[in-house]
């Protein structure tokens, strides 16, 4: 997507580095980050330089790739890549998406004989793996268009008010996002639509990213604090959500960050349409019970005792509460898939059920067995 | 209740001037403001130095006494205070308690006959209102707490854990508190609990104001963010929640900071038991649907871009999202009767109902009518 007119990705390679946009830093400074190691990507992903489920997949790919080159040196190839690959997998635990892309990576490396020819593999399946999520979330761009042109209809000429949470947008992914592709696309071609932007904390991915990132494509937006979800809705201000997510069960569990699962329940209470959009790579075809199977980062509650952001013209961080108070920092909720009207998905818009998702991805059907 | 050790109200009358805790200051620093003038006194609630709905309400009772003597000087005694009524009456529109303190001190003046019989009798009736209000807040304690004795019970030594919501804190009253009452009663007989403490944007009042009023009186607590609330319900880590209420409708629906119907949503899926504990000030015997009925403040959009806090030794507020971001600041929610399990009141607990509210206050049957 566009930043000041220039298109760029979130994470790209550039000869032997990893390039990302420092996402710590945005909205009031834009920063690309080089990372030249294997370990500057580990760290980048941990400390949420680069974020967003399918976004931290891909650099984890070319992480690997990274993990690689390095092997080359190490004298025990097989054993360094694997190493890497531990490390990369175990940064963040929710995502499905980094074990996922850091597991391509192996696979390709194993079908490969000679050292050589593993590290041309895995630069290969990483470059194939970006190109690949791009094409994701440009479908998912398209099949969730049809949601937004039905209400659009219904609507006549008033904007079509959407809301969603945490970032799901292109900063989360390689390019276009996930929950935000079906508004780009209908924005592509005319649709008149406002978004509602919920600042997420504790880290405002809404209020820092979501915001910025909208504005930079000319999007109509408000943003609001997570407190206001239910009241929109009751006063009927509010279409429907779209939302991202980073790990998706086969029942259709969702994942997704902290106060997803209010906001569904808010919609349930109102009757407002609840999606959640996410390419196949985040789907767990493992797992079933999202709330008793899948694992919950919890981060440093200095997230949540501290603010970030713009003091005079120093980047910053403000204390908001007592010196010494406990704080606890779960970073994602559970929505189930019960109060979730559908996934977009690559391929399509399909029920948050097994059966559902199993008709539109068959052959994953014996992985998940 | 004490800070560190010495016994404080938040708002009280010392001479012809009214003393408020500076609210705006909490956590990081504690001052006490003297008002000295009705206008003093309209600015310090418009601006929240002083909040929370049975607060506001005594502070303008008191600034109506302020009024009275402002009045003598006027040269036309009924009109300066009439106008001085409805310039109080108006500085925040959500909580009834403001409109009801403000018209019992015309209903005394209106009882007596001369000027200065007058301004005695305001003085009286705000001395009264104070006390009525501190003993209501210290009965909606003995009341609740027998809710709390039920679930310690059955927990054997484990901690009862109490979530609440903004601050229904003795900083929202005058003494005591409102949802806190009971926290503070149960403490004080030796019951071991834990209070999840949510940190309420945009103004942070449970993690200014909640998480210090606590701290200050000895009692366990963890701060978290609001999405919080969902995944700790759903984690089983929630034995029940107590929130204030600014307006409770006679059915039962309670206008409250926003953000509490969201939570109110979650209790009821995970079978927590929700209550709203206030003095029957908050009651508006004339309302009946809550969503329709009362009015909900919009406040300045700059309270969603900035966060105040602690920048390194000074106090000051940063930037949250793009400068030019368009937000909205709705202050309240409303959550209908049918999620709430219970009001806590001075008189008892009954069900949010007009049956249930009714039965605690027959003389009020009339009014309602």
Not at 260 to 270: E, M, P, V
Not at 309 to 334: E, H, K, M, T, W
Request: with cysteine.
């Amino acid at each position: 997507m566009n930043v000041k007119g220039k298109a760029y990705r979130t994470v790209w390679l550039e000869g032997k580095t990893v390039k990302i946009i420092d996402q710590r830093k945005l909205p009031h400074s834009f920063e690309i980050e080089t990372l030249k190691s294997t370990a500057e990507v580990i760290r980048a992903i941990r400390e949420m330089h680069v974020r967003g489920a399918p976004a931290i997949g891909m650099a984890a790919a070319y992480g690997m790739y990274l993990a690689a080159l390095e092997a080359c040196k190490s004298g025990d190839f097989e054993r360094s890549l694997q190493d890497a690959a531990l490390k990369l997998k175990s940064t963040r635990p929710t995502a499905i998406n980094l074990a996922w892309a850091v597991e391509c990576m192996l696979q390709a490396a194993k079908a490969a004989r000679r050292v050589q020819e593993k590290v041309s593999a895995i630069l290969k399946e990483a470059q194939n793996l970006a190109e690949e999520e791009v094409e994701n979330c440009r479908r998912i761009g398209q099949q969730g268009l049809g949601l937004l042109e039905q209400i659009s209809r219904r609507k006549a000429a008033a904007p079509v008010r959407i809301m969603t949470h945490c970032n799901a947008g292109w900063l989360a992914c390689v390019d276009y996002g996930t929950a935000t592709a079906p508004i780009y696309e209908a924005v592509r071609q005319g649709m008149a639509l406002h978004v509602w932007v919920s600042e997420t904390r504790p880290r405002n991915q809404g209020a820092k990213l979501t915001a910025w990132e909208l504005e930079q494509q000319g999007v109509s937006y408000s943003l609001i604090v997570d407190n206001a979800a239910g009241l929109l809705m009751k006063k009927n201000l509010v279409d429907l959500v779209i939302v991202g997510g980073d790990r998706v069960t086969r029942c259709g569990d969702v994942a997704n960050k902290i106060g997803t699962y209010l906001k569904a329940l808010a919609a349930k209470d109102n009757n407002v349409p609840f999606y959640v959009a996410i390419p196949s790579s985040s789907i767990d075809w493992k797992m079933k019970d999202g709330l008793a199977e899948i694992p919950i980062e919890e981060r440093d509650a200095n997230e949540v005792r501290y603010v970030d952001g713009l003091f005079g013209s120093a980047v910053g961080q403000v204390l908001i509460c007592p010196p010494r108070a406990d704080a606890v920092n779960y970073a994602f909720d559970v929505t189930p898939a019960g109060l979730i009207t559908g996934i977009i998905t690559e391929r399509g818009v399909c029920q948050a059920s097994e059966t559902g998702l199993r008709h539109l991805f068959p052959e994953k059907t014996e992985a998940a067995a």
